[in-house]
């Protein structure tokens, strides 16, 4: 992958069935709280670990958050096996879990403890 095609940010990879947005929201608030910039991409992807790595894939950070068709999340380090997530969470569960798996992808670029 070129270099110019990665971003210093976290990136959410979004699969474009998801009609969860405000959820999706949620996560990105937790981001912006954080001070971290991110990017929402859509992927046709419809796996979940698929759209985590893909996520991690575009991100200089190494972070990402997969969110597919099924309304799972997962937050994803470049770092970790295949299939093992830092957290996977439904996007319908409580908006604070979901901002806090977005406060925590932002904290786990700074270097802080995890909310959840």
Request: hydrophobic share 45%; aromatic share 6%.
């Amino acid at each position: 992958m070129e270099e110019k095609n990665r971003h210093v940010c976290i990136i959410l990879c979004v699969h474009p069935k998801v009609v969860e947005m405000k959820e999706v929201a949620e996560m990105i608030y937790g981001i912006e709280e954080e001070g971290v910039p991110h990017r929402l991409a859509v992927s046709e992807e419809l796996d979940l670990q698929a759209l985590a790595e893909e996520a991690v894939f575009h991100s200089r950070l190494g972070v990402g958050i997969g969110i597919d068709a099924d309304g799972w999340a997962a937050l994803y380090q470049e770092k970790l096996p295949e299939g093992h997530f830092l957290f996977k969470d439904r996007i319908v569960n409580a908006r604070r879990s979901l901002r806090d798996m977005g406060s925590d992808a932002a904290r786990l670029v700074k270097g802080m403890p995890f909310k959840m």
